[in-house]
């Protein structure tokens, strides 16, 4: 009796903030442009407040696998197990932000701590500004994913400096049903999308617990060293950076196979997140720099006043190279 | 007639009814060089070859006598070669002729498809040379995926991750 009336108010809740963002858009100057962000953000917020259970196949350039997910929000809380039932073992429970991945390493299974917020369907952030600042929305027919009606909504940079996307929203839950994401030669790098999905009617959480096998040793990862920022001898400064790429994260560490402390930071669109590093380095001069893609993973490396200045992620190659070029570094 | 040697040669054909088949053949000598052929193309196939013993050196040398194809384009010629060489081949000669115009013509058209094919054979060769030349070294991969993972990366593993 108690479990139904906490799904109640759960339904009540997401129904509420799903309310909250449609008599926003009402006040506001109510254009088929700004209905459709909304459609968006309505996804962005179903993701995380909906509870629901089903298998999606998530596919990469690289490999395919078929991932099993449990989604409850009991109206304070988010858990959600995801399960991926192809190849070696691997399961992803979080709670909140925090999530905790079992990843089976031959005969070890190796338990790593993540903070994150754009587990699938839940890619898209609740923050919307950088969103909008660098990307067009535009609609498209309805189609079916996964027995269900979906809305389906192009996202598409106003540059060459990011991804372009495909949404798939189901028409009734609000729910991303599907994604996938293109590169800028309109070839599919990424493509995550449900098989099957229903929404939960309990709130029960017996299912929030990995699998254990107890013929596996369980240990876990490494943790990175960090180090208070003072610890690097290098004073730089960072100098146009691509349109629409902000700092969000800065910290020295460690990394396996350095035996010095790197320089880290993360900038990010609201989308993809590209990782800058910056180390000694005894190369003198100009070394040839490097640049690679695969899939939808872009990496540089140069040679910038005797430090190696790294950067890769998830966005296109000038991305990666306009990053690395902004970094001056004063000796 | 070629054919009912053939069957002749493949017991096909009883020797008993082949009274006239068998006498044509001592009288056409066209029938009798077929096979005379028919014969040396059985046994080369079954590997038992009785060839001359300067065989070898008259091939090399009728080799080197044949011009020297450098590009694709320069093959086209050869068919008209081959027309030309036709008429002075006795008749039976005709049928290996067509097929190797039928080779040539298929090899060309194969030629002209690859070339209209090409740029995008380009792309794919380069995409390969740097997914499985270079790759991104694990080290900066795996602390980019640690501090700021991407959605697939939950599931997937990168490939550069494994241990």
Known sequence: MILTSRVVWAKFLAGITLFALCAMSLTGHASTDDELWIVLQKAAVAARALSYEGIFVCQTAQQSKSVQITHLFDGKNEFARNVVLDGATREVLSQGNNLIIYNQKNEKIVIEKRRGQNMFPAILPLNFDSIRDNYTLHSSTQERVADRQARVLFLEPKDRLRYSYKFWIDSEYGLLLKSVRFNQRSEIIESIGFNRLSLLNSIALDWFTPKIDSKKNYVMEDEPVILPDGKLSVTW?????????????QMVR???????????????????????FIEPTNKSGKTKVALVTTGSTSFYAGVNNGHLVTAVGEVPEATVVQIANA????K | ???????????????ENAEFLITSIHVNKQASQTWNHYHLIGDAMRGDVALPSDFKQKLMQKIEQEPTVLAPSASQPSVNRTEMLKDKLPARWSIAASFAAVMVVGW?????????????????VAEVSTTTNESIPAE?????????P??????????????
């Open chain 2, 140 to 148: 900066y991969l795996t602390a980019h995926q640690s501090s700021a």
């Open chain 1, 237 to 249: 400064e960072i100098k146009e950076l691509p349109a629409g790429y902000r700092k969000v994260d």
């Open chain 1, 327 to 330: 970094v001056v570094i004063s």
């Open chain 2, 150 to 163: 991407s959605t697939s990366s939950y599931y997937i593993q990168s490939v550069n991750y494994s241990e």
């Open chain 1, 254 to 276: 460690m990394v396996p196979g350095k035996p010095y402390p790197i320089m880290h930071m993360i900038f990010s669109d609201g989308l993809a997140s590209v990782s800058l």
């Open chain 2, 108 to 124: 060309m058209a194969l030629q002209q498809q690859s070339q209209t094919d090409s740029p995008s054979a380009v792309i794919e």
């Open chain 2, 1 to 15: 007639m070629s054919e009912q040697i053939s069957a002749l040669m493949d017991d096909e054909i009883a020797v």
